[in-house]
């Protein structure tokens, strides 16, 4: 049974950020940690790595939008990251549910399922993206020698125009080997 913690900005849950309630969890015996995060203030950027449990499909890391806290399809409610790299994991089935993020930076991901080991069974679902960022979501299998799949699922990246760089909604779908297949499922 996942270890549900509650991210309350305003000071009334288990933690404040993803990135104290991240330092605290990535030492457990179990990756079925849970993230159930609440409007109120910033939920600040994370970086998953390190994790002292592996994640499989069954045990993963989950950060989502506690139920009555997402953003309904507006850039101003709900449960939010603002972030100049919002979401960044190395973590093998991890998910992203129900938040809104506005990215901070043209240079940077938004959310990054791309990293240097594989990055199988990552979802990004029900997101609101806007803001500033060169990529709104990233996933790739590089350096693994298995077979990886990627989930994408309803949600809403904004691109406003204004930017001086080419905003990319999802890029990067993408393996580094040719001995494996890489499938993303796009909803």
């Not at 104290?20 to 990756?31: C, Q």
Request: hydrophobic share 35%; with cysteine.
């Amino acid at each position: 049974m996942a270890t549900i913690s509650t991210i309350k900005p305003d000071g009334t849950g288990d933690y404040t950020s993803l990135a104290t309630w991240e330092d605290a969890v990535d030492g457990s015996s179990s990756a079925d940690q849970h993230a159930e995060c609440y409007s109120g203030g910033d939920l600040g950027g994370v970086t998953l790595n390190g994790w002292s449990a592996t994640p499989t499909s069954e045990l993963y890391p989950r950060i989502y939008a506690a139920a009555g806290n997402g953003h309904n399809g507006s850039i101003t409610s709900g449960a939010f990251i603002n972030a100049s790299f919002a979401i960044n994991t190395y973590l093998a089935f991890t998910r992203i549910e129900g938040l809104r993020i506005n990215n901070t930076d043209s240079s940077n991901i938004a959310v990054n399922f791309n990293n240097t080991t594989s990055s199988n069974g990552c979802r990004a679902e029900e997101l609101l993206i806007h803001g500033s960022f060169q990529t709104a979501i990233s996933m790739s299998n590089s350096g693994s020698s298995s077979d990886s799949s990627f989930f994408c699922i309803n949600n809403i990246i904004i691109i406003d125009g204004s930017l001086n760089v080419v905003p990319i909604g999802i890029y990067s779908i993408s393996s580094t080997s040719s001995t494996v297949t890489t499938t993303s499922f796009l909803y």
